[in-house]
């Protein structure tokens, strides 16, 4: 009886926040940040992806953000069959609850995903997504990444804050995997096992002679040779340094085709993200929790977004 009264609890809390920021912001909402569910766990239907994406059947979803939507299952009553899904080519599930992505393995065209902030161990369903170009799967679970060669066209890989590299053997597995990527440009393994910490950077950018960013930074420069520290310097830029890991973007989403359909029925969906389809790094949320510096909101907007996403938890 008490959870059901906090279950309710919250529900008004999340309802007043939401009849709140309508007054405020009126038409002139933005849509850069998505807006959380009003309920309890949401389940990605069909009607959901249609006002997601603004397309009039799931077969012409190419764009498909659902955040903060309390996710937790792919496979619940009422999803969206993913198998009718064969032209989504980008798909934002971050900061929601998932652990299963089986249903995903259906996504044949899909080139880049962000899957930040769930809960997910095992990312192999994904691998059977050959068209791959871009993973987002920061602050997880992922304890292995064995299959991942499958994905030959992988260019960006985050992995921040997971379960990786907790011994030697497993940081073994991680290079066998890595080093049958040719494409791989771009990849963060930072927050993870005590295995990784150490002369790992300089091992993997042995074993990755392709690897242009690790952990956000580049490699380090060679140490000068005697004729160098004897030249006249040049009017460069400064050698680059290792410092605190930057996290990566996700790739950019055109703006698309259709205004997003009216909503029907009871629930509160997310609007369109126009513009750059962001990662944990491009939005206030992530920034706190990746403990990144952000000025404290001063404007009545930047205050109901806060105020919305704490009546939330």
Do not use: W
Not at 6 to 19: I, N, P, S, T
Not at 67 to 89: I, K, S, Y
Not at 93 to 98: A, P, V
């Amino acid at each position: 009886e008490d959870e059901e009264e906090k279950d309710e609890a919250r529900l008004q809390v999340a309802q007043g926040l939401a009849a709140l920021e309508e007054l405020v912001f009126g038409a002139s909402r933005s849509t850069e940040v998505s807006r959380p569910a009003t309920g309890g766990p949401s389940v990605l239907s069909e009607n959901s992806v249609l006002v997601a994406s603004g397309e009039d059947s799931v077969e012409e979803v190419r764009h498909l953000v659902f955040r903060f939507q309390r996710l937790r299952d792919l496979a619940a009553p009422q999803t969206v069959d993913f198998g009718r899904m064969q032209l989504l080519e980008v798909l934002s599930l971050s900061h929601n609850q998932l652990r299963d992505l089986s249903p995903l393995s259906a996504l044949v065209s899909l080139s880049e995903v962000n899957l930040n902030f769930n809960q997910i161990e095992d990312l192999s369903p994904l691998f059977d997504c050959l068209q791959l170009t871009k993973v987002f799967a920061a602050h997880n679970r992922i304890s292995s990444v064995a299959g991942l060669q499958k994905c030959q066209h992988l260019q960006e890989l985050s992995l921040l804050a997971n379960a990786l590299g907790q011994d030697p053997e497993a940081v073994q597995e991680l290079l066998r995997s890595f080093s049958q990527l040719p494409q791989l440009r771009s990849l963060d393994l930072a927050e993870n096992g005590p295995a990784l910490g150490g002369t790992m950077s300089s091992l993997l950018f042995d074993t990755l002679p392709q690897l242009q960013l690790l952990d956000g930074q580049g490699p380090l420069d060679p140490s000068p040779s005697p004729a160098t520290l004897t030249a006249t310097p040049p009017a460069t830029t400064p050698p680059a340094t290792r410092g605190s890991p930057r996290r990566p973007g996700t790739a950019p989403v055109p703006k698309p085709p259709k205004p997003p359909r009216p909503p029907e029925g009871a629930g509160y969906p997310m609007g369109n993200l126009p513009g750059d389809l962001r990662s944990a790094r491009s939005n206030r949320m992530d920034e706190v929790l990746t403990k990144s510096e952000a000025p404290t909101p001063e404007s009545p907007k930047e205050v109901l977004k806060v105020l919305r996403l704490q009546g939330e938890a």
